[in-house]
T-cell receptor, first 115, second 114 residues
Framework: QQQVKQSPQSLIVQKGGISIINCAYENTAFDYFPWYQQFPGKGPALLIA?????SEKKEGRFTISFNKSAKQFSLHIMDSQPGDSATYFC??????????????FGKGTKLSVIP | DAMVIQNPRYQVTQFGKPVTLSCSQTLNHNVMYWYQQKSSQAPKLLFHYYDKDFNNEADTPDNFQSRRPNTSFCFLDIRSPGLGDAAMYLC?????????????FGAGTRLSVL
């Protein structure tokens, strides 16, 4: 069964610090690796995503680092702010073979940024 | 502007009483998904439609059904809700065939079963 393993389960970071969330996957057939941000009571929102042929992607304070040989990728949030407090899900997208691409989610990381 | 709209945002039903959740999209996407998300867990795919073709996940209970009358709308029917079906239900859409097949999620419907 395809799996994406995410750590840590929870993370507390001081305002202005760097938040780092790590994920590892098993299936080499994944095509795309998105990160979703979810606030309580809301649906997941796409934050940033990367293809496996790229080693790093940066959008503002958010950076994905991707290591294809190790089958690992991580999210770095620079200058973390209290407004970043949310649950973050890494995911991997692969062809389901049924006319769509399916997301395999990690279990999520609850980030708390304290003032 | 909301692109994937779920109604209602909160739904309370009684044990065993059928309930229908709705999802509409303005993105003209050809794939629509239904996920179940329980507290502190990742979303779990129940099924999806690729155009009119329905694809059920192997472990989705028969109690869950879906309808897609047109491109814009998709419904989740729970025939006989049990206490274990209380969860957030998320609708998502994507366009199969685009470069990254990004899935866009709605805000969800929180279902309570009394």
């Amino acid at each position: 069964q395809q799996q994406v393993k995410q750590s840590p389960q929870s993370l507390i970071v001081q305002k202005g610090g760097i938040s780092i969330i790590n994920c590892a996957y098993e299936n080499t057939a994944f095509d795309y690796f998105p990160w979703y941000q979810q606030f309580p009571g809301k649906g997941p929102a796409l934050l940033i995503a990367i293809r496996p042929d790229v080693s790093e992607k940066k959008e503002g304070r958010f950076t994905i680092s991707f290591n294809k040989s190790a089958k690992q990728f991580s999210l770095h949030i620079m200058d973390s702010q209290p407004g970043d407090s949310a649950t973050y899900f890494c995911a991997a997208l692969g062809d389901s073979g049924a006319g769509s691409y399916q997301l395999t989610f990690g279990k999520g990381t609850k980030l708390s940024v304290i003032p | 502007d909301a692109m994937v709209i779920q109604n209602p945002r909160y739904q309370v039903t009684q044990f065993g009483k059928p309930v229908t959740l709705s999802c509409s999209q303005t993105l003209n996407h050809n794939v629509m998904y239904w996920y179940q998300q329980k507290s502190s867990q990742a979303p779990k795919l129940l099924f999806h439609y690729y155009d009119k073709d329905f694809n059920n996940e192997a472990d989705t209970p028969d109690n869950f059904q879906s309808r897609r009358p047109n491109t814009s709308f998709c419904f989740l029917d729970i025939r006989s809700p049990g206490l274990g079906d209380a969860a957030m239900y998320l609708c998502a859409t994507s366009r199969f065939g685009t470069s990254m097949n990004i899935q866009y999620f709605g805000a969800g419907t929180r279902l309570s079963v009394l």
